[in-house]
């Protein structure tokens, strides 16, 4: 009977981490469309070529924006009401914010909408991730989350073709409508065991005060932001401005920028996989991260020094710096070992989305960097600079490889 039983357990976690697999590719298809369509739809829209690298800036800084604050929202709500909460109402957020996408007609609304979207984005991924961790076994938790990301990042490439088949505003509406439909994959899953039981202890949940009036948990926490600020300046610039970078490398061709995500994108799908098995392997997440930093700094200085570079490396390279920023899976996954139960999703919530936040400023000095050395240096610099904080952050946290997280915040 309890072999059934066991049997029975394991189906319905397994079907959790599909789910929520499920759940993270309509979130990166959403996530990263603007990217693939920027160019197409500033031009639709009537957006002057020379304003395009500002502009689409501006829309991604928006978008970012609204990740950091939403980031903080359904850290809370996953922390104070349950993690399925955030599953169910980002979603439907983000969803119908897409579909409204597809209606824009001028960068202002473009920027509105697409700050609405980025706070129902925030949810996804944090939440999926502490739910499976939460719900597997310790020595296993590492597949779960590297499946949930491996599946989850194949959306950018779905993005690309949708894209590519049909025009913008479409591109958004199937987005928008993927998300519908999922919500009702999701009936039926079940809350984590962890939650349920800290909810009866009493014991104060999701206030994100606590991260800040402990020095030690304070440290934790920007230490676990830090090791992840490599990977959106990666797609958020190196390869979403490989138009821009192209010609100031004197390439032979215009460079794809949504090409060059799809590439980036496979390379991340992969590279998740790859980070789950290596730490499974390693018995460490930490050494994973470690030799990521290296694969991102050495294949953004071949890129970025790369004159004459043709179409065809750059689509290699893009490749290979995805596989390097192929740990945001681990990444997270690190963040939510680090807190206790009632912290947990409050963390892994707000740790990506703080990250992806962190865009906005690495884009303000970038651009700074730009202006007084031009693209090229001023992109280097930011690689070396953002690459040395991650691997100074890293050797501060703890191996949480094994760690049981039956634990709370005090």
Sequence with gaps: ??????????????????IASLGYFVDIYDLIIFSIVRIQSFTDIGV????????????????????LLGGI?????????????VLFG???LYSVANIANGFVHDVLMYGIIRFIAGVGLAGELGA???LVSESMHKSKRGYGTMLVAGVGVLGAILAYFVSEEFDWRTAYFVGGGMGLLLLLLRIGSFESGLFKDQDKSGVVKGDIRMLFTNKSRLKRYVNCLCIGLPIWFVVGVLVTQAPEIGKALGATGTLSAGQGVMFTYIGISIG???????AQILKSRKKVVFICQLIIIGSSLWYLLSDGITATKFLSLAFIMGLGVGYWATFVTISAEQ???NLRATVATTAPNFVRGALIP??????LLVNAFGIVPAAITMVVVLSGIAIYSLTQLEESFDKDLDYLEE
């Excluded at 829309?59 to 990740?67: D, I, T």
């Design 90 to 92: 980002s979603i439907l």
């Design 73 to 85: 929202l359904w850290g809370i709500i996953g922390d104070k009401f349950g993690r399925l909460k």
């Design 339 to 341: 807190f206790g139960t």
């Design 1 to 18: 009977m309890s072999t059934i039983k066991e049997k029975q357990s394991s189906k319905k976690v397994w079907l959790l981490v599909m």
């Design 272 to 278: 998740d996989v790859l980070a789950g098995i290596f």
């Design 128 to 130: 999926g991730i502490t």
């Design 362 to 367: 690495s884009t303000m000095l970038y651009g």
């Design 48 to 67: 002057p070529a020379e304003e395009m690298r500002v502009k689409g800036e501006f829309v991604l800084n928006m978008q970012m924006g609204g990740l």
